[in-house]
Every structure is written in structure tokens, then in C-alpha cells.
């Protein structure tokens, strides 16, 4: 367990070729709720995320759009990338864009030091390349194209023709690194995670490593050479440095030693360059290696990997401005096993929403409150000697704290939320059982009423604080509706369950309204 002591979390910084979809809220999100639970257990937290703006990619979307590269990335940045982060509540620390000046300068500064000790020669380099990865590609990356593309060599990832490109450029010493890679894979398993990512980094990387391609003359969008202007820096060696560049690396060393290292959410797809190409860049420049890299699965929309340029790419929007973002949220974070793939369907959604947010967790909180409410006229009642039934409820509240508090130290975020479900439903099934309504017909059971309703508000309040990072808005509104003047996202969260139930409640509205099924369609 983490005690209170720094920690980093980071997404990968997203190209600004298109608009984001909700492959790219999905990591946000996962991302978010592990760096808001760190943030409520007092651990020193920073949370990085922004936008890669560098490479072919960009600046051949740019021109197809008769503007410059820097015009198109302050565009989608402004319109598109940032409103995200509102739209599905990101509690982003920082926002990198790859163009910024302390970004660019220390880039440079990097890889100086690694030419000057020796890590970087120049040479000749013939390959497949695919500008959607923005990577050369080896021959077991590629597949035989269909339609449009048959006959021709695409990408397994685009589904895009590769280009054959032949450049004389700056090479990093990658190949020295694989076995010192294969040592930090053995002694630290969970450096890279799932074990399914594990499993094929360390694969890949015992076939032998080759040495690494990191400049491009062939265009000039990009973060200059040091020492040979005449080339630029390649877009994922660019990239994979803003982890450090946002946090002082080559400025503030003070800063950098509080946060560096870090623990990087990536997609799937991206997990080798992060955990193969980025810990040999530090090892070479004498830095520590990330904390952790763990690579979560794709979602899935009609059995395909979420994309724009497939027409699979749904904007997050369209799910909040229906359900709202917690919802979105939860769902998410819920429905799929993080670290695998998943399949996303509006039916799903809208049963989860229904069953598991309006009738669940919302319905019981509604209930609970409202029982106070007319009961006692607001005021949170003490409770009398516990029953077997009441400790019941106490204990569950201890076990989700514990047992959520582990699965996010594991990464494993949907057990975490499954851990905490547990207490949802019990305390549906406990309310159900003692009949709170019958014992308040009965002036002789006043004592158990009163007992009864202060473990519900408690258990209830406990839900509040476990909840707080996955559903930040309708949990700050049950916890003021508690009588509660303090955030609720300020509430220790390893010792949720010790907070004091005391004062009196206030109405509280529906935290997940009635939506029509029809309307999610």
C-alpha cells in the first residue's frame, strides 16, 4: 500500500489528427479514478495528461485541411482535446502539448546527452512505414490488403496501405539494452501488466532487439535535431519524453525528484513503445524507469477496435448528453475487465444505467435519506445495541474499504468498483429485510428504527466516499444531502468506513433520473 508518499500517473499524450472518441475518454477515465483515489488517501498525486502534436501524421491532416500544423493542433486542442477533460471530469494535474517550448528545449537537452555519450550513430535504414503508427514496420506487422487495398501490404493495426521508405538517419543503440530490459522484466513482474502484455513484451524483445530509427528528413514538423538541423526528432521519441519534460526533467530538478518515476496507462497497442523503446531511452540517459506500464485492452464496437477512420469512433458526448458523465464513467469501469478488451453496445449502457445507477445505488440513496426525512424530522439518529444484521453492514463497509483500496493498488479498477457494489447491495438486501416502514408503525420498536436508519445512512455515506472518484458529481450531491458542509472527496478514503454519522440530512434529488430506453439510440 501506497503510504502517503509521491505518485505519478500519466495517459498517453493523443494525436491531434481527429477529434477523440471514447477509446480515448476510456483511458482518461481509468486513469482519472486511480489518480483521484490517490489523491483522497493523501498520497502525494499528479495526474499528466495532453497531446502529441509532432510527426507526418499531423502535418499531412494539416495540409489536407489547408492550414498550418501549429493551427490545426491549437484548433483541435481547443475544440476538441480540452473540452473532454471537462466533459467526462478529468482531474488532470497538467496538460502537455508537444509544441510547448519546455517541451521541445529539453527534448533537445536529452538527446544531446545521449549523443554525446555515445548512444546515437548515423546510418541507413529501408522499411515499411505506416504514418498511422507513425513506426516502421516488420513483415509480421503487416497483413494481405482486401478491397481497395488488395494486393498491397496494410498496416494490421489501420488496415492502411504501409509506404517502403528509404532515409539516411540518426540511430539510438536500442539492441544494447535487451538484456538489461529482460532483467527488469524478471525482477519486477508487475512492471509491465496485464500479464498478457507481459507476456509478449518479453517475447518480443527476446527475438532481439534492433537499433532504433529517431530522426526524419523527409518532412519538417517536428522538434529539430540538436547538433543537425536538417533533421527533425522521430514523433514517438519526441513523444514518449513529455512523462519527464512535464515534470522538470532538465529545469527543476527538485520538481522532477518529487515526481519522476511514474505509472503510465497506455492502450494496448502502444505498450511496447512504452515499455520497451522508453526504458531503454532511460536507462541510456542514467534515469530511473517508469514505476509501472500497464496496457488495457481495446473497446470494441461491432467486434472492431474503436476508429474514427473505420466509422466506429463514437464521441463521448453523445453518451453524457444523454446519460451524464458518471454514468459514463461508471460504465465503462464497470462493464469491462480492465486490462482486456471490451465490447461496447447502448444497450448495455442503458441496462447498467437502469439496474445498477438509477435502481441500485441511486434508488437506495433517495430511499434512505427520504426515511430519515420523515422519520425523525431530518436528524440522523444514534443507533442502539448492534444486531448480528446491523454488524453485518459495518463489516462490509470495512471489507469494500480494504478490498477496493487493493484492487487499486493492483490497477484493477473494476474490481475495485465491484468491491464496493458489494455494500450497494447489501445494504438494498438489509433495508429490504428490517422493513424500516413497518417498525415506524410500531412505537415500541422506536429504538430499532433509529439503529436501523443510522447503519443505512452510515453504510450509505461510506458508499459516498468509496464512490467519489468513479462518480464525482453524484456523490458530492448525497454527501451534502448527509448534512455534510466538507468535501466529500476529501474524506480519507483507505478509512471510509470510520467517518461519524451525525447531524441531519437534507432532500436529495434523483442522482441518476428515469431515462427512456428509446432515448440512448
Given at each position: 500500500?501506497?503510504?502517503?508518499s509521491s505518485?505519478?500517473?500519466?495517459?498517453?499524450?493523443?494525436?491531434?489528427?481527429?477529434?477523440?472518441?471514447?477509446?480515448?475518454?476510456?483511458?482518461?477515465?481509468?486513469a482519472?479514478?486511480?489518480?483521484?483515489?490517490?489523491?483522497?488517501?493523501?498520497?502525494?498525486?499528479?495526474f499528466?495528461?495532453g497531446?502529441?502534436?509532432h510527426?507526418?501524421?499531423?502535418?499531412?491532416?494539416?495540409?489536407?485541411?489547408?492550414?498550418?500544423?501549429?493551427?490545426?493542433?491549437?484548433?483541435?486542442?481547443?475544440?476538441?482535446?480540452?473540452?473532454?477533460?471537462?466533459?467526462?471530469d478529468?482531474?488532470?494535474?497538467?496538460?502537455?502539448?508537444?509544441?510547448?517550448?519546455?517541451?521541445?528545449?529539453?527534448?533537445?537537452?536529452?538527446l544531446?546527452k545521449?549523443?554525446?555519450?555515445?548512444?546515437?550513430?548515423?546510418g541507413?535504414?529501408?522499411?515499411?512505414?505506416?504514418?498511422?503508427?507513425?513506426?516502421?514496420?516488420?513483415?509480421?506487422?503487416?497483413?494481405?490488403?482486401?478491397?481497395?487495398?488488395?494486393?498491397?501490404?496494410?498496416?494490421?493495426?489501420?488496415?492502411?496501405?504501409?509506404?517502403?521508405?528509404?532515409?539516411?538517419?540518426y540511430?539510438?543503440?536500442?539492441?544494447?539494452?535487451?538484456?538489461?530490459?529482460?532483467?527488469?522484466y524478471?525482477?519486477r513482474p508487475?512492471?509491465?501488466?496485464?500479464?498478457?502484455?507481459?507476456?509478449?513484451?518479453?517475447?518480443?524483445?527476446k527475438?532481439?532487439?534492433?537499433?532504433?530509427?529517431?530522426?526524419?528528413?523527409?518532412?519538417?514538423?517536428?522538434?529539430?535535431?540538436?547538433?543537425?538541423?536538417?533533421?527533425?526528432?522521430?514523433?514517438w521519441?519526441?513523444?514518449?519524453?513529455?512523462?519527464?519534460?512535464?515534470?522538470?526533467?532538465?529545469?527543476?530538478?527538485?520538481?522532477?525528484?518529487?515526481?519522476?518515476?511514474?505509472?503510465?496507462?497506455?492502450?494496448?497497442d502502444?505498450?511496447?513503445?512504452?515499455?520497451?523503446?522508453?526504458p531503454?531511452?532511460?536507462?541510456?540517459?542514467?534515469?530511473?524507469?517508469?514505476?509501472?506500464?500497464?496496457?488495457?485492452?481495446?473497446?470494441?464496437?461491432?467486434?472492431?477496435?474503436?476508429?474514427?477512420?473505420?466509422?466506429?469512433?463514437?464521441?463521448?458526448?453523445?453518451?453524457?448528453?444523454?446519460?451524464?458523465?458518471?454514468?459514463?464513467?461508471?460504465?465503462?469501469?464497470?462493464a469491462?475487465t480492465?486490462?482486456?478488451?471490451?465490447?461496447?453496445?447502448?444497450?448495455?449502457?442503458?441496462?447498467?444505467?437502469?439496474?445498477?445507477?438509477?435502481?441500485?445505488?441511486?434508488?437506495?440513496?433517495?430511499?434512505?435519506?427520504?426515511?430519515?426525512?420523515?422519520?425523525?424530522?431530518?436528524?440522523?439518529?444514534?443507533?442502539?445495541?448492534?444486531?448480528?444484521?446491523?454488524?453485518?453492514?459495518?463489516?462490509?463497509?470495512?471489507?469494500?474499504?480494504a478490498?477496493?483500496?487493493a484492487?487499486?493498488?493492483?490497477?484493477?479498477?473494476?474490481?475495485?468498483?465491484a468491491?464496493?457494489?458489494?455494500?450497494?447491495?447489501?445494504?438494498?438486501?438489509y433495508?429490504?429485510?428490517?422493513?424500516?416502514?413497518?417498525?415506524?408503525k410500531?412505537?415500541?420498536?422506536?429504538?430499532?428504527?433509529?439503529?436501523?436508519?443510522?447503519?443505512?445512512?452510515?453504510?450509505?455515506?461510506?458508499l459516498?466516499?468509496?464512490?467519489a472518484?468513479?462518480?464525482?458529481?453524484?456523490?458530492?450531491k448525497?454527501?451534502?444531502?448527509?448534512?455534510?458542509?466538507?468535501?466529500?472527496?476529501?474524506?480519507?478514503?483507505?478509512?471510509?468506513?470510520?467517518?461519524?454519522?451525525?447531524?441531519?440530512?437534507?432532500a436529495?434529488?434523483?442522482?441518476?433520473?428515469?431515462?427512456?430506453?428509446?432515448?440512448?439510440?
Amino acid at each position: 500500500m501506497s503510504d502517503g508518499s509521491s505518485f505519478y500517473i500519466t495517459t498517453p499524450i493523443f494525436y491531434v489528427n481527429d477529434v477523440p472518441h471514447i477509446g480515448h475518454a476510456y483511458t482518461e477515465v481509468a486513469a482519472d479514478v486511480i489518480a483521484r483515489w490517490h489523491r483522497q488517501a493523501g498520497d502525494d498525486t499528479w495526474f499528466l495528461t495532453g497531446t502529441d502534436e509532432h510527426g507526418q501524421k499531423i502535418l499531412r491532416t494539416a495540409t489536407a485541411n489547408g492550414v498550418t500544423p501549429q493551427q490545426w493542433a491549437d484548433k483541435l486542442v481547443a475544440e476538441a482535446w480540452e473540452p473532454l477533460l471537462e466533459t467526462i471530469d478529468i482531474s488532470n494535474d497538467d496538460f502537455i502539448r508537444t509544441t510547448q517550448e519546455r517541451h521541445e528545449k529539453n527534448v533537445q537537452r536529452f538527446l544531446q546527452k545521449l549523443y554525446d555519450d555515445g548512444h546515437i550513430y548515423t546510418g541507413d535504414y529501408e522499411g515499411y512505414y505506416c504514418v498511422g503508427c507513425e513506426e516502421y514496420k516488420q513483415l509480421t506487422d503487416l497483413v494481405d490488403g482486401t478491397g481497395e487495398y488488395a494486393g498491397q501490404l496494410v498496416c494490421a493495426i489501420h488496415s492502411k496501405p504501409v509506404e517502403l521508405l528509404k532515409e539516411r538517419n540518426y540511430f539510438f543503440r536500442m539492441s544494447a539494452f535487451g538484456q538489461r530490459l529482460l532483467d527488469l522484466y524478471e525482477s519486477r513482474p508487475d512492471f509491465v501488466q496485464p500479464d498478457s502484455v507481459r507476456n509478449e513484451i518479453i517475447q518480443f524483445v527476446k527475438h532481439g532487439l534492433t537499433d532504433l530509427s529517431i530522426s526524419r528528413q523527409t518532412f519538417d514538423w517536428g522538434i529539430k535535431v540538436p547538433w543537425d538541423e536538417s533533421h527533425v526528432i522521430y514523433v514517438w521519441f519526441d513523444a514518449l519524453l513529455n512523462y519527464i519534460t512535464a515534470v522538470g526533467y532538465g529545469e527543476d530538478d527538485e520538481q522532477f525528484a518529487r515526481r519522476w518515476p511514474a505509472t503510465h496507462i497506455v492502450g494496448k497497442d502502444i505498450a511496447r513503445f512504452h515499455a520497451v523503446i522508453w526504458p531503454a531511452m532511460l536507462m541510456a540517459a542514467g534515469l530511473d524507469v517508469p514505476t509501472q506500464v500497464y496496457g488495457h485492452g481495446w473497446l470494441l464496437v461491432g467486434g472492431e477496435k474503436m476508429s474514427k477512420s473505420k466509422l466506429t469512433g463514437i464521441a463521448p458526448e453523445q453518451i453524457t448528453d444523454t446519460f451524464g458523465s458518471d454514468a459514463f464513467r461508471y460504465y465503462f469501469l464497470r462493464a469491462i475487465t480492465f486490462g482486456q478488451d471490451g465490447s461496447f453496445s447502448w444497450e448495455d449502457l442503458s441496462a447498467r444505467y437502469q439496474a445498477e445507477l438509477a435502481n441500485g445505488f441511486g434508488n437506495l440513496a433517495s430511499r434512505v435519506v427520504a426515511m430519515v426525512n420523515r422519520y425523525f424530522d431530518g436528524r440522523i439518529p444514534e443507533a442502539a445495541e448492534l444486531t448480528d444484521s446491523d454488524q453485518r453492514i459495518r463489516d462490509t463497509e470495512q471489507q469494500a474499504t480494504a478490498r477496493a483500496d487493493a484492487a487499486i493498488e493492483r490497477l484493477a479498477v473494476h474490481e475495485a468498483i465491484a468491491a464496493v457494489w458489494q455494500l450497494v447491495d447489501e445494504l438494498n438486501g438489509y433495508i429490504t429485510e428490517q422493513e424500516p416502514w413497518a417498525l415506524a408503525k410500531q412505537p415500541e420498536n422506536a429504538a430499532r428504527l433509529a439503529t436501523v436508519l443510522h447503519t443505512a445512512v452510515h453504510g450509505v455515506g461510506t458508499l459516498a466516499i468509496l464512490l467519489a472518484p468513479v462518480l464525482p458529481k453524484a456523490t458530492a450531491k448525497l454527501w451534502s444531502a448527509l448534512g455534510r458542509e466538507d468535501a466529500v472527496d476529501a474524506q480519507p478514503i483507505r478509512s471510509a468506513h470510520e467517518w461519524e454519522a451525525v447531524g441531519r440530512v437534507t432532500a436529495l434529488e434523483a442522482l441518476f433520473p428515469r431515462i427512456e430506453v428509446e432515448a440512448a439510440s
